[in-house]
């Protein structure tokens, strides 16, 4: 009697836990903790809070439980993102939901969005200066674009093994935003260039908001066919949200759709980080130069905000190049809060999402780049 | 392998710089085209105001076409006063005779429309063919 309680006993996992996944454990927790208690991100961080916590809970290998087990149920979950399925589904849903107005208003705003995307670029140098290889730079480079269905997307294609630290450094940052964007946007800039006012855009057509998808689509996606599964997908949803004859289909891409993956991509990345699996040198290289992609595209877009000054008769609010990083609507809401600070009547929200758009697409692009160089 | 070293032997330089180009481009031909959507969209919208002013204008400055004469109808006299004009003619020429021999003379008394004269004549019977190119004249059908 006593084996078989003995037996029991050394297969529970208050028996098989180790220090990592203790440590794996507290960092789950800590993510629920700033998804529902300072709300940072709360539609990323707690599904993802809660599947780290799921994904260390000790077992006994072999059993067909685990993430990384063939046939096992969180192994069936986790396909949609190593096949990049789950990041195009959350694209959609993102197309219908984005409103293009405000970048179609002033389309020299998108500039912005190219020059955030330049800390994808460096972070490449980086990560190939820190040792790491090729495949594995260019996944970590994306994190710099700010948008976590891009990075798992181009991770799950060039270095599936890093996709746990990856995604969470990426949403990481994501949900950091208004600790790491502020200071960088305030040292970069002068408080006069942060009171400067932008004008107000001109009223877009709806059809002008039709033909954008359809353009936009054709450009960048011949230009650079691998961000098709992301890019198709994003100007689809925007599509058939501007169409305005299958608002039952916009409506469902915006809603039902897009909450389910986000969930089940949540889920599934955080329980990809068991201990034994995340917690390596590698990773905490990756949260590194993660945070440094992240820096250096904010940067990038500040200082490129600035140099638009220097030829343009209208001056742009350099704070909005912050935003040019596609994460949406965090980055743009820090940028409208920062130019709050300074002049309460100064409103950059709108300019702000026009820069997110742009950087969205920008990343996409980016993505499809990087993977196209290793074909 | 790391290091400025590890850069360059991964391409990595070439990569970066090619990798940035491109989107930047991108996304400025992108920029570029959507400034110019609502434009051509003027344009359609407004077409049919721009194409009846360019019809208004080529209008304007269209020449007044030409018009033909209109080709009256000559008043010829009946067959009866046709053929009274031309049987002194015919009773010149020996039977039966050429039409341009007929033609010849009414063209020297100076006969107004001769030739369609000489057709209505001979389509009235008046002037009988005889198979050889040669005409005789009909008295019964000139009275």
Redesign the interface.
């Known amino acids: 009697m006593f084996d078989l309680f003995y037996q029991f006993l050394s297969n529970t996992g208050y028996f098989l836990a180790d220090y990592r996944h203790v440590i794996m454990i507290f960092v789950g927790c800590i993510f629920l903790y700033l998804g529902t208690a300072k709300k940072y991100e709360p539609l990323l961080l707690v599904p993802i809070g809660f599947g780290i916590l799921v994904g260390n809970v000790p077992f006994f290998k072999g059993f067909g439980i685990g993430i990384y087990e063939p046939n096992s149920v969180l192994h069936y979950l986790y396909f949609g993102v190593t096949t990049g399925v789950y990041p195009s589904i959350v694209f959609l849903g993102l197309g219908a939901m984005t409103d293009f107005s405000s970048?179609?208003a002033q389309?020299?705003l998108?500039?912005l969005?190219?020059?955030a995307?330049?800390g994808?670029?460096?972070t490449?140098?980086g990560a190939?200066?820190?040792?790491f290889?090729?495949k594995e730079?260019?996944s970590i480079a994306i994190i710099g674009g700010a948008d976590g269905p891009t990075s798992i997307f181009l991770t799950a294609k060039l270095a599936p093994h890093l996709i746990g630290p990856i995604a969470i450094a990426a949403y990481s940052y994501m949900a950091l935003i208004p600790v790491i964007q502020p200071p960088i946007m305030r040292l970069l800039t002068t408080r006069q260039e942060r009171l400067i006012r932008m004008p107000p855009g001109?009223e877009?057509?709806r059809?002008?908001l039709i033909?954008?998808p359809v353009?936009?689509v054709l450009?960048?996606c011949f230009?650079?066919p691998t961000a098709l599964p992301l890019l198709g997908m994003l100007f689809l949803g925007n599509f058939l949200k501007e169409s305005g004859v299958v608002n039952r289909l916009a409506n469902t891409a915006q809603s039902a759709i897009i909450d389910t993956a986000t969930i089940f991509l949540g889920f599934t990345v955080g329980c990809s980080t068991q201990g034994d699996v995340f917690l390596t040198p590698k990773a905490l290289g990756i949260f590194f130069l993660g945070s440094v992609a992240f820096s250096i595209a904010t940067a990038s877009g500040v200082i490129f905000g600035k140099i638009m000054n220097l030829f343009l008769k209208e001056k742009i609010n350099p704070l909005l190049g912050a935003a040019g990083v596609s994460a949406v609507p965090g980055s743009a809401r820090e940028v409208h809060l920062t130019g709050l600070k300074e002049d309460p009547t100064n409103f950059l929200l709108m300019h702000g999402m026009a820069c997110n758009s742009?950087g969205v697409?920008?990343s996409a692009?980016?993505a499809g780049?990087?993977w196209s160089?290793f074909i | 392998?790391?290091?400025?070293e590890?850069?360059t032997a991964?391409?990595?330089?070439a990569?970066?710089?090619?990798?940035?180009s491109?989107?930047?481009?991108?996304?400025?031909?992108?920029?570029?085209?959507?400034?110019q959507?609502?434009k051509i969209?003027d344009l359609w919208e407004q077409r049919d105001e721009f194409l009846n002013r360019y019809k208004k204008q080529a209008q304007i400055e269209e020449p007044k076409p030409i018009k033909a004469p209109v080709s009256r109808q000559h008043h010829l006299p009946t067959v009866k006063e046709l053929a009274s004009i031309y049987r002194p003619l015919v009773e010149q020429l020996k039977q039966p005779f050429n039409l341009i021999q007929l033609f010849e003379i009414s063209n020297k008394m100076d006969l107004a429309h001769p030739h369609l004269s000489i057709k209505y004549l001979q389509e009235a019977g008046v002037l009988v063919p005889q198979g050889d190119g040669t005409f005789t004249w009909d008295k019964q059908k000139a009275n």
């Open positions: 970048l179609l389309p020299k998108m500039l969005g190219a020059a995307q330049m994808i670029y460096f490449l140098l190939l200066f820190f040792g290889l090729p730079a260019a001109r877009v057509s059809k002008e033909i954008f353009v936009a450009l960048c230009l650079a742009s697409i920008g692009i980016c780049i990087l160089f | 392998m790391f290091g400025f590890n850069i991964n391409n990595g330089w990569m970066a710089v090619v990798g940035a491109i989107v930047f481009l991108g996304l400025v031909v992108l920029s570029f085209v959507i400034s959507v609502h969209l």
